[in-house]
């Protein structure tokens, strides 16, 4: 093996599972934008450049967003690369989280993305389709059976509840390490498996959800509006509910790793599934299908992260065999 390939070798070893699901899907992103740069520039409707392409790279650098993603990725890089060598606890633990880090970091570029790509090449609302679904299971989307309910009270406690998912999405990266190293690969694991899934779901079922779809009586007010933006870039991020996925998966690794905080958990995620219903966010085979996401990815990330770590223990191995230097007083070398 040339010592080209060695290093390549040891650099794949370094990562962890969550790390190459996400270099996974920039990539085939970026794949996709190289690809078809004329559907992309006809939805951007910017063609001061002749040249598609270039067109497209122009208008993703004149976006604000882009230099945010940019400015925080090498943050995060560089105090990977700074704390690389360092074995101190503290060092130790920003590489760790630094890297966890670039990883969300990349969820939020993905969904970004994908939230376009939607625009570009299937703009088609499945809405009517989950509409339908939820009556024949339910009788009727259950976001309608909060409206005879609303009130200033509960809007405000379920806002608050819908919002804490986001903190506690990432307090609970925090909380997985300080249990063990494996509880934080694990969950980290789950967590972006679930997005990355639930993404690619909103690609293929674009819906944007019943706030936007269905009458209500009552008004939730329009300062608690979730969603924003209008016409194509709307997002489109309905099926399956990532709100009740990753609040599943966060319930599941509290209760494997973290039992002291399960009832806490548990309180927390059963308002967040019911705000994702009375603020009208989601139909209810959206929270079925994210349930489904969040029990099948909390039993594949264990799997999947052992897996990985057997398998890193023999490509390291093997690259070390590779390194070791043969002398002439070597008994197997003189005997051959």
Known sequence: MSEYRLQWVR???????YEIA???????LFAVFVACPERIQHVLGFTAIANPLGSNILTVLLRGVTWFYVAFALAFAGCVYMTRRQTDSVASGLHRYARVALSFLAVLVVFDIINFYIAVFNPYDHDALLLHLDTQLFGATPSHWFDRVTCL?????????????????????FIMGCRSEQALREY?????????????????????????TTHYQHSIGPLLKLVDGEGPFLSRDCFPSLHTGLAIVMLIHAWRHAHKLFWFYAVDIALIILSTMYLRVHYGVDLIAGAALAVAVSELAPALTTWWEESRERMLAHTAYRDRPTHIHDGVSEWV
Do not use: D, Q
């Not at 996400?22 to 085939?28: D, E, G, H, K, P």
């Open 188 to 212: 980290v694991t789950a967590a972006l498996l679930a997005f990355y899934i639930g993404y690619s779901t909103y690609f293929f079922v674009p819906a944007i959800g019943p706030e936007f």
């Open 153 to 173: 009270p509960l809007t405000l406690l379920f806002c608050g509840a819908y919002a804490s998912w986001f903190i506690m999405t990432y307090l609970t990266v």
């Open 22 to 28: 996400s270099i996974f899907m920039l990539l085939a």
């Open 11 to 17: 650099r794949l070893a370094r990562l962890e599972v």
